[in-house]
Structures are given as C-alpha cells and as structure tokens.
C-alpha cells in the first residue's frame, strides 16, 4: 500500500515564526503537492512538484514556499507565520503513469495553529 | 480554469438507505477525470471512485456508483445501502488531462449516516 506521511498532526505556532510541514512518500511517485484545507473552501492547491528540485505554484501560493531535495521528501514551509494560515494542510503524491488521471494519495493532514 | 460545486453542505440518510451527493464541475476541454474522496472524520482522505471522461460507462465501486452526465457537466455519486462507516466529508474533484495530475476539489458535503 502506498504510504503518505506528514511529520506532525497538531502544530501550534506563534505568528512570525518560520514553520517547516514534512511530508514522506515511500513509492516512489513523481508527483507531490501541498493543499490547505478550511470549512466551506474545500481543498486549495498551495504548491506541487512533479520531480526533484522542480516545482510549480498552485493557486494559493501566497506567504508560501517548498523544497524538494528528494524524491520522497517534498516540505511546506511558511516563512513568517500569521494567523489566516491557521489551517488543515495536506500533502498528496501520484505516479506519472503516463496515462493521465493518476489517483492522488494523501497524508493524514496536519492541523496548524498560528497564534 | 475549471472549476467544481457541490451544492450540498450537508446531508444526513437512515442507515441502509440510498443516499446521491451532487457535483457539478465547468470545463472548456474534452478529455479530463473525475473523482470522489472521501475523509472520515479524523482520518486519511481516500478515493472512493474515478472517472474516466471518454468512458460513456458510469464507474461503479461496490455500493458507491456515480451517474456521469458529460454534455450537463455533472458528476453524481450514489451511496447504496449506506452504512455507519460512511459517515464523512466527500469531496469532488476534476484533474485535466493536461497538467501534472492537478486536482480542483470542491467545497465538500458533510455526510451523516443516522443509525
């Protein structure tokens, strides 16, 4: 089963700081991507990158930045934390099979609350 | 851009009836896909089905099935037999068929499966 793991569930910072959100695939997939996630928005892409060092923004990518030094491994990182990215973010990955429509697989989520 | 709407915040169905959420997306392109996620409450999104565009066929899976309609632009997802277990958020998406497996959710309709 593809595995998808994102380094915390429940973080709580203070505005201004600089926060890192990890996440870890271990199949082995090109593609990775950051959403956050509020009540009666659904999902918003933040960033994705579709191979190591390579990356593109999504349509939130505001206040925003990411690192992908390695396949597995693709970071969210908030360079100066406010309080309206107090949010659920997810990170998702996908094989580029070549077919189109690969199935995305999400982490479980990390709650961040910026005070 | 695309763009999907789901018109239901919230639903609640008896256990073991049959429960249809309604998606409606907006696209100018001809090939794309389809999806249903599923969050349960404090836990991983999940696919629940996919479809293909060029697929006349509505996809089914086990007790979920969805009624494609491409010429209206919607995309229902009917729960037969509902069961506690289904009790979630579900999600629409659409990815085109262009463009690094992107996925545009909508907002979300909260499903109650009422014992």
């Known amino acids: 089963d593809v595995k998808v793991t994102q380094s915390s569930r429940y973080l709580v910072k203070r505005t201004g700081e600089k926060v890192f959100l990890e996440c870890v695939q271990d199949?082995?997939?090109?593609?990775m991507f950051w959403y956050r996630q509020d009540p009666g928005l659904g999902l918003r892409l933040i960033y994705f990158s579709y191979d190591v060092k390579m990356k593109e923004k999504g349509d939130i990518p505001e206040g925003y930045s990411v690192s992908r030094e390695k396949k597995e491994r693709f970071s969210l990182i908030l360079e100066s934390a406010s309080t309206n990215q107090t949010s659920m973010y997810l990170c998702?990955?996908?094989?580029?099979?070549?077919?189109?429509?690969?199935?995305?697989?999400f982490g479980p989520g990390t709650r961040l609350t910026v005070l | 851009a695309q763009t999907v709407t789901q018109s239901q915040p919230e639903m609640s169905v008896q256990e073991a009836e049959t429960v249809t959420l309604s998606c409606t997306y907006d696209?100018?392109?001809?090939?794309?896909?389809l999806f249903w996620y599923k969050q349960p409450p404090s836990r991983q999104m999940i696919l629940v089905i996919r479809?293909?565009?060029?697929?006349?066929q509505n996809a089914t899976e086990n007790r979920f099935s969805v009624n494609f309609q491409k010429a209206a632009k919607s995309f229902s997802l009917k729960i037969s037999d509902s069961q506690l277990g289904d009790t979630a958020m579900y999600f629409c998406a659409f990815m085109s068929d262009f463009g690094n497996e992107k996925l545009t959710f909508g907002t979300g309709t909260r499903l109650t499966i009422i014992p």
């Open positions: 696209t100018s392109e001809n090939n794309y896909y």
């Open positions: 479809q293909e565009a060029y697929k006349q």
């Open positions: 199949m082995d997939h090109e593609n």
């Open positions: 998702a990955s996908t094989l580029t099979s070549g077919r189109g429509g690969d199935t995305q697989y």
